[in-house]
């Protein structure tokens, strides 16, 4: 027996099948074995790195100003004028925003925007230079020869 024993080794050096380890330190983890300490450890990690990427960026941009003080304003005094020049060419043409896109906050806002469509709709329909084709019904009975 002793000798069998000595193959296969003892209980001890064979360990735990790998179902029954303990993930260890720097083991990656699926999404559904993520405990929600892990999942908070991670988003503290990320809010950390996105602080100290936001603090180098302030100090690139400070320490730019320091070496040339009126590069901003430079820049964009010569960002506008070729936005204009480009615009004249007719390369570029400037979006105008109408705050479409925001969202309302509250009801009334809603409701009287709405109201405003419908009114833009109503006077679009009674212009006589847009009226609009009612399409004919064509019957079976009005095709057959």
Known sequence: MTGVEGELGSDEEEGLP???EKNKAGDLKTAAEKTATDKKRE??????????KIK???KRRKLLEK????HSKSSRAAASEKLKQLTKTGKVSL???????????SS???????QDQV????????????????KQDISVH???L
């Open 95 to 105: 979006l105008k925003d109408e705050r479409k896109d925001k969202p309302l906050k």
């Open 119 to 134: 009114k833009m709709q109503i006077n679009d329909a009674k212009q006589p230079g847009k009226i609009k084709k009612k």
């Open 67 to 70: 070496s040339n003080p009126d």
């Open 43 to 52: 988003r503290r990690k990320k809010k950390y790195q996105k602080r100290l």
């Open 108 to 114: 009334q806002a809603f409701f009287s925007k709405l």
């Open 56 to 58: 180098e960026k302030e």
């Open 18 to 20: 790998e179902e029954a």
């Open 142 to 144: 009005k095709l057959k």
